[in-house]
T-cell receptor
Framework: EAQVTQNPRYLITVTGKKLTVTCSQN?????MSWYRQDPGLGLRQIYY???????DKGDVPEGYKVSRKEKRNFPLILESPSPNQTSLYFC????????????FGNGTRLTVT | QKEVEQDPGPLSVPEGAIVSLNCTYS??????FMWYRQYSRKGPELLMY????GNKEDGRFTAQVDKSSKYISLFIRDSQPSDSATYLC??????????FGTGTRLLVSP
């Protein structure tokens, strides 16, 4: 089954404790991206990657890191989480970005206390 | 001003009603328009996709784009309780990203 898999689904952590949210897709997609979804603000892009070893900032990259060492994986790293990073996070992939339909994972709900 | 605006709702309708969901956009560079549906505790999934002005129909769903007024609509005929979800309009900005509206929550009661 074609899918984007994120883990964990739920995560509660404390300020400053480094964490990684994993994302993997099995569709051989070139493009991958991370979004966060907040009430009243909608989905905002954090980082995106057009291919292996090619990543770039989205609209809200502060406090986040990403890497794309393999085509299928695109982990999101929070080196020192803060409460304002409490949000619902989505990983997505598509064939080529632009008007290619995005396939989303089921989200990771992160709470930072 | 957000590039894509949607009324957050919720929009509550009885089963069988015709539903109209709307977005406005401000960026004239937007050429393609998409509607995503997001169920609770799930990621968004693509529902419909359109490029040109006019209507595009897919079963009970019709997407309408009016580029002259920068207005996008999604109509749902014979709405069902299973249509209860949040509907997001979106448009790609270059190759980098999709710009999303904040979504409209739809509730269809039996």
């Amino acid at each position: 089954e074609a899918q984007v898999t994120q883990n964990p689904r739920y995560l509660i952590t404390v300020t400053g404790k480094k964490l990684t949210v994993t994302c993997s897709q099995n569709m051989n997609h070139e493009y991958m991206s991370w979004y966060r979804q907040d009430p009243g603000l909608g989905l905002r892009q954090i980082y995106y990657s057009m291919n292996v070893e090619v990543t770039d900032k989205g609209d809200v990259p502060e406090g986040y890191k990403v890497s794309r060492k393999e085509k299928r994986n695109f982990p999101l790293i929070l080196e020192s989480p803060s409460p304002n990073q409490t949000s619902l996070y989505f990983c997505a992939s598509s064939l080529g970005g632009g008007n290619s339909p995005l396939h989303f994972g089921n989200g990771t709900r992160l709470t930072v206390t | 001003q957000k590039e894509v605006e949607q009324d957050p709702g919720p929009l509550s309708v009885p089963e069988g009603a015709i539903v109209s969901l709307n977005c406005t956009y401000s960026n004239s560079a937007f050429q393609y328009f998409m509607w995503y549906r997001q169920y609770s505790r799930k990621g968004p999934e693509l529902l419909m996709y359109t490029y040109s002005s006019g209507n595009k129909e897919d079963g009970r769903f019709t997407a309408q784009v009016d580029k002259s007024s920068k207005y996008i609509s999604l109509f749902i005929r014979d709405s069902q309780p299973s249509d209860s979800a949040t509907y997001l309009c979106a448009s790609p900005l270059g190759f980098q990203k999709l710009v999303f509206g904040t979504g409209t929550r739809l509730l269809v009661s039996p």
